[in-house]
């Protein structure tokens, strides 16, 4: 009999050890990347991104040191609350990107992530979330629609 290989098992050494510091140093290698790809811009070009997508230099490279999943947990409470990230995307864009932008540098994202996987409908978000007054007034805009 061939042993089934660690992998397939769903070995807890790799569940719980090996993927977790393989996600870490992938999204770390990406921020790096992001951090590399600004730098290599001259003060011009750099002006002209952060101008294309509506924020100062100076907060596009602090937005470079987080990784392009850090505002994933503002579509989960998007959808929690029965609104469309799609359609704010439409509708709102400049208001989701300003969200998404607080989103990112969040420092509760381990708390929103733990109340969102438990019971997303507890209004206990809305005390350290820095969205909770923008996504309350969506809610309500689209209730009156």
């Not at 590399?36 to 596009?60: K, N, Q």
């Not at 969040?106 to 005390?127: E, I, N, T, V, Y």
């Amino acid at each position: 009999m061939k042993p089934i290989p660690a992998k397939s098992r769903g070995s807890p050494f790799l569940e719980h050890v090996i993927a977790p510091i393989a996600d870490w140093w992938r999204k770390h290698a990406a921020i790096r990347q992001n951090q590399s790809s600004l730098d290599s811009l001259g003060p011009t070009e750099l002006a002209r991104v952060a101008m294309d997508v509506g924020i100062p230099p100076s907060e596009l490279r602090a937005l470079a040191a987080y990784c392009s999943d850090a505002a994933d947990l503002l579509e989960r409470r998007i959808e929690s609350l029965g609104l469309s990230a799609t359609e704010l995307a439409h509708n709102a864009m400049e208001q989701l990107r300003d969200m998404e932008r607080l989103c990112t540098t969040c420092k509760s994202k381990g708390r929103c992530a733990r109340d969102l996987a438990s019971d997303p409908s507890d209004p206990l978000w809305q005390q350290y979330c820095p969205n909770h007054e923008a996504l309350i007034a969506l809610k309500q805009e689209a209730t009156h629609r």
